[in-house]
């Protein structure tokens, strides 16, 4: 066997290793490039959002009936897999069944006094309402306008048949902010729990006029006639939202929330009439 020379043998080791050395640095460097791009990797998908998924419950003020439909469909089509049910009432008759335990996941008021009630007793976050619209009242009289109404005023003379909503609904406490600031005593026939009822009592001929909001009105279409009275900025609601805090899909809950105070839910609130926030 021939006998290698000690200083060939040390050199043909070391070119050895450094190709090896060489071979393992390229392999990192491959592998910290594909990680850096995501390339193949779990990672890369990781920091995708998720879907939403489920179902909620919003309670909203009767007002917002005909937007908040509209907008609960426009949520399902944009998030396939969510259903979105509503309940409409008057704001206060709504926080009394989320107080006594109504399954809600989102309450929408009609003025910031029955939220705060929610808010007050723990179960709305008080830092969780966001202002989303404003809305103003409005005199609805079936079309031919049979009293003769022209004015607030008019709505407080002998014989006419005026409804109105009760004091602790929004559109109710609004009517009684616009007495106290003109002056004028209304004496309605009847007081109703929502401002749709007091519509509906109006659009049946059970009525001479109603106050309701401006966007009942431009709902309504051709089955009133509203008539505006510049003491109805003596009484601007403004609408609060929020998630219940005993909501069993919080993240959907917001994400509602978040669709209404977009641009796609103010771009149908203020086709419908409502006011910015």
Known sequence: ?????????????????????????????????????????????????????????????????????????????????????????????????????????????????????????????????????????????PPSNPANIAAFADLAKPGIKTVICAAQVPCGAATVTVEQATGVTLTPVSEESSVTDVLGKVTSGEADAGLVYVTDVTSAGNKVQGIPFPESSQAVNTYPIAPVTASKSPELAQAFIDFVTGSVGQGVLQDAGFGKP
């Open 1 to 141: 066997m021939t006998k290698q020379h000690p200083r060939r043998l040390f050199a043909a080791r070391l070119v050895v290793g450094l190709a090896a050395t060489g071979a393992v640095v390229a392999a990192l460097t491959g592998c910290a490039s594909a990680t850096a791009t995501g390339a193949g990797t779990p990672a890369a998908t990781a920091s995708a959002t998720p879907a939403l998924s489920g179902s909620i419950t919003v309670f909203a003020a009767a007002s917002l009936k005909a937007t908040f439909t509209e907008l609960a469909t426009e949520f399902e089509a944009a998030n396939p897999g969510t259903t979105v049910a509503l309940t409409f009432a008057g704001s206060s008759d709504l926080v009394t069944q989320i107080t006594e335990g109504a399954p809600a996941d989102v309450f929408a008021s009609a003025d910031t006094k029955n939220m705060k009630k929610l808010t007050d007793g723990g179960l709305i976050a008080a830092s969780a309402p966001v202002d989303f619209a404003t809305n103003v009242l409005e005199i609805a009289v």
